[in-house]
């Protein structure tokens, strides 16, 4: 089946410092999604990635899909100790017709020191 | 407005108990679904529905059922708790096979 794999699984970085989170998955995704958790809290929708090579930005957040459509990535620029929190990615394979096989990946733990 | 609401948020059962985790949205959403949780595993799907009256399997659904006879309510059942089914529990809700999802606050469920 569909496996999505994330790395790093955790990263430590001091306040204003850049992060990146990578996301790959072993199919051809028809498009990803990012969500945030907060520690104690449940995910969060942030952004939805569906064209080939295709990159977003949100204020110091910037999203890429890859050309092939199997790998994601998140780059957070300068962190501030409110980008705590857990990041995942979740895909749905081009054959996975019904959209309810949202597949995550395991998560990117990312604390920031002030 | 409330979203999705999860209830309880806490639970601890013994093994061979069993329980229901309810979960109810107000948002008329077609699409709902339960994930496990568990440290460095991320979110791994049980059951899920496209619609009341119709549930399927997700990649880990031993241990569980699920109905969806209403739109609104997707409860989660234990059939007889074993230790593995220790994990925080999420509902999510969507309005189709590529909306976002929102999720509930969860449910932390603990067995003895």
């Known amino acids: 089946g569909q496996q999505v794999m994330q790395i790093p699984q955790y990263q430590h970085v001091q306040e204003g410092e850049d992060f990146t989170t990578y996301c790959n998955s072993s199919t051809t995704l028809s498009n990803i999604q990012w969500y945030k958790q907060r520690p104690g809290g449940h995910p969060v929708f942030l952004i939805q990635l569906v064209k080939s090579g295709e990159v977003k930005k949100q204020k110091r957040l910037t999203f890429q899909f890859g050309e092939a459509k199997k790998n994601s990535s998140l780059h957070i620029t300068a962190t501030q100790t409110t980008d705590v929190g857990t990041y995942f990615c979740?895909?749905?394979?081009?054959?996975?017709?019904?959209?309810?096989?949202?597949?995550f990946g395991e998560g990117t733990q990312l604390t920031v020191n002030p | 407005n409330a979203g999705v609401t999860q209830t309880p948020k806490f639970q601890v059962l013994k093994t061979g108990q069993s329980m229901t985790l309810q979960c109810a949205q107000d948002?008329?959403?077609?699409?709902m679904s339960w994930y496990r949780q568990d440290p460095g595993m991320g979110l791994r799907l049980i059951h899920y529905s496209v619609g009341a009256g119709i549930t399927d399997q997700g990649e880990v659904p031993n241990g569980y059922n699920v109905s969806r006879s209403t739109t609104e309510d997707f409860p989660l059942r234990l059939l007889s708790a074993a230790p593995s089914q220790t994990s925080v529990y999420f509902c999510?809700?969507?309005?189709?096979?590529?909306?976002?999802?929102?999720f509930g606050n969860g449910t932390r469920l603990t067995v003895t």
């Open positions: 979740a895909g749905r394979g081009v054959g996975e017709t019904s959209g309810s096989r949202l597949t």
């Open positions: 999510a809700a969507r309005r189709g096979k590529d909306s976002p999802l929102h």
């Open positions: 948002m008329n959403h077609e699409y």
